[in-house]
C-alpha cells in the first residue's frame, strides 16, 4: 500500500491544497515527447527482422534468428554490438 500522506506532503503541507495542485496538475496539457518518437522512425516487424538477419550475415557469421531467441547471452552480445556499431537505440 502507499501512504498517501507522505506522497501528498511532498507537494504542500495543506492535505486541500494538495489535492487541488494535483487535480491542476493531471488536467494540464503537456506537449512533452517522453519516449522520443519521432514520425517516420518507425520500423515494421518485417523490417527489424531483415535488418538483423542481414546485419547478422555481415558481422555475426554462423549466428541466427533462432539462437538471438533462444540464447540471452548471445543477444546480450549482440545488442550491445548493434549499440556500439550502428545508430540504433535499443527502442529501434
Given at each position: 500500500m502507499v501512504d498517501t500522506k507522505v506522497i501528498l506532503s511532498l507537494v504542500a503541507n495543506d492535505r486541500k491544497k494538495t489535492i487541488q495542485e494535483f487535480k491542476k496538475f493531471s488536467i494540464e496539457k503537456?506537449?512533452?515527447?517522453?519516449?522520443?518518437?519521432?514520425?517516420?522512425?518507425?520500423?515494421?516487424?518485417?523490417?527489424v527482422r531483415s535488418y538483423l538477419e542481414e546485419?547478422?550475415?555481415?558481422?555475426?557469421?554462423?549466428?541466427?534468428?533462432?539462437e538471438l531467441i533462444n540464447n540471452k547471452?548471445?543477444?546480450?552480445?549482440?545488442?550491445?554490438?548493434?549499440?556500439?556499431?550502428?545508430?540504433?537505440?535499443v527502442r529501434e
Open positions: 503537456d506537449e512533452s515527447e517522453f519516449l522520443n518518437i519521432e514520425e517516420g522512425n518507425s520500423w515494421t516487424v518485417e523490417e546485419y547478422l550475415t555481415k558481422r555475426w557469421s554462423g549466428k541466427s534468428m533462432e547471452d548471445t543477444r546480450g552480445v549482440i545488442i550491445r554490438d548493434l549499440k556500439t556499431n550502428t545508430r540504433l537505440s
